[in-house]
C-alpha cells in the first residue's frame, strides 16, 4: 500500500489530494495514518475561509478543492490507522503533503511519523513529499549514520522567498500563520544536507502547474525520492511520485 501521512488537521489541502487522485486513477491503494487515528481535515483557511481579498491568490484553486472533496469521502481517509498502528512491513511508499498552520506539527515533531519515513526512504522505497512534508524528511535520521536521511541527497520545498512572502502579506491580521517555526522550512532543510548546493530553489518566481500544464511546476528527483515547493507544483509531483511507485512495480 501506498501510505499517506496527515497531521492531526492543517495540511494543504491540493498538495494531499492531486497526488492521491494521480495515484487512485491509476488502480493503486492509498491508505492514510494520522496521529490519533482518527480522520484529519485540510486548514479550513485554505478550503472555506479564506483571506479577504487575497483569497483569489493564497486559496485552494477550484479543481483542486474538488478533488480535496473526494478524497474527504474515500472509505480509507475515513477509517485511516494512527501513526502507531502502522506495520512498516506493509508499505510499498510513502507520500508526506506540506501545510503551514499550527495542526502540521502535530506530524512534523512525531516520532513515530520520523522513523516511518526514515524506514521507508533507507529501504528504497519510492517516497515523495512536498512544502513542509520536507521538513519530515530532514528531521528522519537514518539508524546507520544519526544523520538526516537527506543528507547526501538533493531536494527542495517550500522556498523562504515563498514562506516570508506570505508572510509578509497576511502577518497584520494572521500573525505567525505562514510561520510554522522561527527558521524557515528552507532553512532547516538546508542545515540537514551534505552541501547546502544540494537544496534547489527552482525559478525564482514560481507558477502554477494545472492537470492541462503539469510542466509548469517543479520538483526534485533523487533516487527513490522526489519533492517539491508548494501546490502550485503538485501535479507535476504527482506525476513523478506515480512514475517512482510504477518503477518500484516493475522492479
Known sequence: MILFL???????????????AALRDAGFEVRFATPDGKAAYADP??????????SPWLMTRRAELAAYRNLTEDPHFLAPSSYKEVDPADITGLFVPGGHAAGMRTLLEDATA???FARVFTQGLPV??????????????????????????????????????GWNLTRLWLGRYYRTYRTTVQGEVTAALADPAHFLAGPALPVRDTAARPGRGFTVKDGNYVSARWPGDCHRLAADYLALVREHVMS
Do not use: I, M, N
Open 45 to 54: 483557511r485554505l478550503t472555506d475561509l479564506g483571506f479577504s481579498w487575497l
Open 128 to 165: 515523495g513529499a512536498v512544502c513542509h512534508g520536507v521538513l519530515l524528511a530532514a528531521r528522519a535520521k537514518d539508524p546507520v549514520t544519526g544523520r538526516s536521511v537527506l543528507h547526501g541527497r538533493r531536494t527542495t520545498a517550500l522556498t523562504s522567498l515563498l514562506e516570508l512572502t
Open 6 to 20: 496527515l497531521p492531526a488537521g492543517d495540511y494543504d489541502p491540493t498538495e494531499a489530494a492531486v497526488p492521491w
Open 114 to 116: 520520523q522513523y516511518l
